[in-house]
């Protein structure tokens, strides 16, 4: 409260002495004027767009997928873990993932509670330390939010609400640290421009591990377990669309170049990944599907996000294809394994996300970075070294976690109430009348 209201007391003195025409020392000019008022409402407005994405966005992009008996639990998921990863973030999150380096691994408790975060600048930028606390909140948020996809119609809530805490904690917050707080792959070079490691590959891999310690829903492979409602998924995938230039732009932390270089970036490379899905569901199947389309731009976007400060609109198309491609093959793969990532967060997220690391490790070119078309071949290693770690990482954690909330609380509802459906055994409540 101190640093705000001297802050404004030395931007009004300033004020008043350049109306009176009185010289200000150079050195003190330029303290009183660090933080930049754009920069500050961009970030602040990327920040409210992540949100969007969390809620409703892929509240929506789920709750249209699953079966109409589950669709409140599955939108439930998204909603809670906004609210729990918040108060987490707050407390001890942001701290573990940003605060001074403790061996490269996670960042120490110096900012407990925001203890030290205030409206200062951020040390190295023209925003406020607590724009980009409130920035990384929301991706923390998102993260926990997309591994729900994996679990849903079968997940006790109670369980739900403790892995949320448990995984922001011992998982997302030191892959965070890792790669933008200055962990071990920070110092080793990897380019994630805004979360292709930290959130993507980190929650598709903790959903393949929810998925396999789960088990297949009942009824899984007989019954009929389309999409109850594609409009409300079509209407999130189109939320996701336009908050992720929040997500990707928002990254440059900064209304800048390089800001207007992650829009375009994300955008085209969204477009050509709809298109390819859209494609190749066209050639194998017969027909084109709107909620095919609707995949393929999320797996564009996921594709482009570690790349989309580094690479050219050309190369961002390019990303946003092989998105397309490879996501369709991940998702057709595990209809042939038989595991039961209920609405796809591995065949999207966990594969798209790790083409997009790759991706940036060739194509980059811009922002700082340089990959292996571009003269840079090392790049590649430390690419395919960032998404070694951040798979074995996030399984490993995912599964310990996973199977100590099992020998506690459970984490399956019993089969009655799964047939039932989750909206009435876990929430007592029914979507439509």
Not at 102 to 124: A, K
Not at 184 to 210: K, N, P
Not at 396 to 424: A, C, M, N, P, Q
Request: net charge negative; proline share 3%.
């Amino acid at each position: 409260m101190f640093n705000r209201l001297a802050y404004k007391i030395s931007v009004s003195i300033v004020s008043i002495v350049g109306l009176l025409g009185i010289s200000v020392p150079s050195a003190y000019a330029e303290e009183v004027s660090t933080i930049s008022a754009g920069d500050t409402a961009w970030v602040l407005v990327s920040s409210a767009l992540v949100l969007a994405m969390t809620i409703p966005g892929l509240a929506l992009f789920y709750g249209g997928m699953v079966r109409s008996k589950n669709i409140l639990s599955t939108m439930m998921h998204s909603f809670i873990a906004v609210c729990l990863v918040s108060v987490v973030w707050v407390l001890w999150g942001y701290s573990l993932a940003f605060a001074p380096d403790v061996g490269g691994i996670i960042g120490n408790l110096q900012w407990f509670g925001l203890d030290g975060v205030g409206p200062d600048p951020l040390e190295g930028s023209t925003i406020p330390h607590l724009a980009f606390m409130v920035f990384q909140l929301m991706f923390a948020g998102i993260t926990v939010a997309l591994i729900s996809g994996a679990i849903a119609e079968r997940m006790k809530f109670s369980a739900f609400v403790v892995f949320s805490i448990l995984w922001v904690t011992f998982i997302y917050a030191p892959l965070a640290h890792w790669v933008w707080g200055g962990g071990w792959l920070a110092g080793l070079g990897e380019l994630d421009f805004a979360g292709g490691t930290v959130v993507h590959i980190s929650s598709g891999v903790a959903a393949l591990a929810c998925a396999l310690v789960l088990g297949k829903r009942h009824g899984y492979g007989s019954e009929n377990m389309a999409p109850h409602n594609l409009p409300l998924t079509v209407v999130g995938a189109s939320l996701l669309w336009v908050g992720w230039f929040g997500f990707n732009a928002g990254s440059a932390l900064a209304a800048d170049g390089l800001a207007a270089g992650a829009f375009v970036a994300t955008h085209v490379a969204t477009a050509s990944g709809a298109l390819a899905w859209l494609t190749v569901e066209w050639g194998y199947r017969g027909k084109p599907t709107l909620l095919g389309a609707a995949s393929g731009a999320v797996a564009g976007l996921v594709a482009i996000t570690p790349a989309a400060g580094y690479v050219t609109p050309v190369f961002a198309i390019l990303i946003g294809l092989g998105g397309g491609i490879v996501c369709y093959l991940g998702v057709f793969v595990k209809n042939k394994l038989g595991y039961d990532d209920a609405l796809d967060v591995l065949g999207i997220h966990g594969i798209g996300g790790t083409w997009g690391a790759l991706a940036t490790g060739l194509f980059a070119s811009v922002g700082g970075g340089t990959g292996l078309v571009f003269g840079n071949p090392a790049q590649m290693v430390i690419q395919a070294v960032g998404v070694t770690a951040t798979w074995v990482f996030a399984f490993v954690g995912t599964f310990l976690i996973l199977k100590t909330i099992d020998l506690t609380i459970g984490l399956r509802v019993s089969k009655e109430d799964e047939i039932l459906g989750l909206d009435l055994s876990q929430h007592s409540e029914r979507a439509y009348a």
